[in-house]
């Protein structure tokens, strides 16, 4: 949707002007920028600048089998990451808050519920059409965000910043901190490429899970695809509040976690289940793949999703599992790893005046 808190906020990303008229021709008061519509549920404020690196988010084939049509009720490692989420950013109905990289917006509608007025923002517009109703939605890019200076005082980032080169995390971070209000926290779920002892045995399990592929057992394909563009930018945990701090921003509260219990459970137990599932919709269809790439997934992923919303034997089973995967959490949270959750908060920008401190 387009509200009229988003319409009050929203800026020009070429030169930061205001945008005035309607939301469907927005005109830049400085540059003199038009920005046509392009759907009446969401904005189109992509910059003019190109950047080199793009992400495969915005690839159709990422799309192609349903798998972020739906925003269907939180399992597994997306319920353990809402749960971290709530913990520690404590969202308000007082808070504004933005979602960067919201992907389908799925975590802006499981968390409507706390009052925040909340915005995504995403390089895509692949957005769930239960979203679309009901948040404000950007299509823009996060190293140029289109919105003005101390806008929000909550935001979110999940899987987002190992996507980024060094210099476009740089890049990213100084724009959320520009959105952010001083004191504004800032949830993150990403990874620095040193890792702990305890990777070995992620690396055991993910070896096993591409030797059940080659067998025909499960599929990879997908994962592959999500993970082809990553960049992890950041060597140690020391270079991240290294680069944290260059932006105004610092660590409050971090989590570690290697899901040693979670890899097994989603990278072979559920790729199991879903090539289960696949081979048993295929046989019901006489063995005819549509010609829709990804068509019979998506018969798939419709089915299980009509299961989980149900909310019968099904989907306990998966709260239960849910609650196993937590145990990584639980055993290893505090063991240094490359996997982290952390809250992050705006500092007060630097003052000119104070002795040894330079002005950016």
């Not at 890049?171 to 305890?198: C, D, W």
Request: net charge positive; glycine share 6%.
């Amino acid at each position: 949707m387009i509200s009229r808190n988003l319409l009050s906020l929203v800026r020009c990303p070429d030169c930061r002007g205001s945008l005035f008229g309607q939301s469907e021709n927005l005109l830049c008061s400085s540059c003199g920028r038009a920005f046509p519509s392009a759907s009446p549920d969401f904005l189109d404020l992509r910059p003019t600048r190109e950047f080199a690196d793009t992400t495969v988010y915005q690839d159709e084939a990422l799309h192609a089998d349903a798998r972020y049509d739906i925003a269907s009720t939180p399992v597994l490692s997306a319920r353990l990451r809402q749960d971290l989420l709530r913990k520690f950013l404590k969202i308000t109905p007082r808070d504004r808050l933005i979602d960067l990289g919201c992907g389908n917006g799925r975590s802006l509608l499981w968390n409507r519920e706390l009052g925040a007025w909340s915005v995504g923002v995403d390089v895509s517009s692949f957005f769930s059409s239960e979203v679309r109703q009901v948040a404000d939605l950007v299509v823009s890019d996060l190293r140029c965000l289109p919105l003005a200076n101390a806008s929000f005082t909550k935001a979110v980032s999940l899987d987002v910043l190992e996507h980024l080169s060094r210099d476009d995390l740089s890049l990213m971070l100084s724009e959320t901190a520009r959105v952010l209000s001083v004191g504004g926290q800032f949830f993150v779920y990403s990874h620095v490429m040193t890792n702990s002892s305890l990777a070995f045995g992620l690396r055991v399990i993910n070896t096993f899970a591409r030797f059940l592929e080659r067998v025909g057992v499960l599929d990879l394909a997908h994962e592959r695809l999500r993970k082809s563009d990553h960049r992890n930018p950041l060597a140690d945990l020391d270079d991240l509040h290294r680069m944290l701090r260059k932006h105004r921003l610092h660590v409050i509260k971090i989590r570690y976690y290697t899901p040693l219990i979670g890899a097994f459970i989603e990278n072979i137990l559920v790729r199991v289940g879903e090539q289960f599932l696949r081979r048993r919709a295929k046989r019901r269809s006489d063995g005819q793949d549509t010609a829709r790439p990804g068509e019979l997934d998506r018969v798939v992923r419709t089915e299980a999703r009509a299961w989980i919303e149900k909310r019968g034997v099904i989907y306990h089973s998966l709260r239960l599992v849910t609650w196993l995967m937590k145990l990584d959490l639980l055993l290893f949270g505090r063991i240094k790893s490359g996997p982290f959750f952390a809250l992050i908060e705006r500092m007060p920008d630097p003052n000119p005046s104070s002795p040894g401190i330079l002005a950016e």
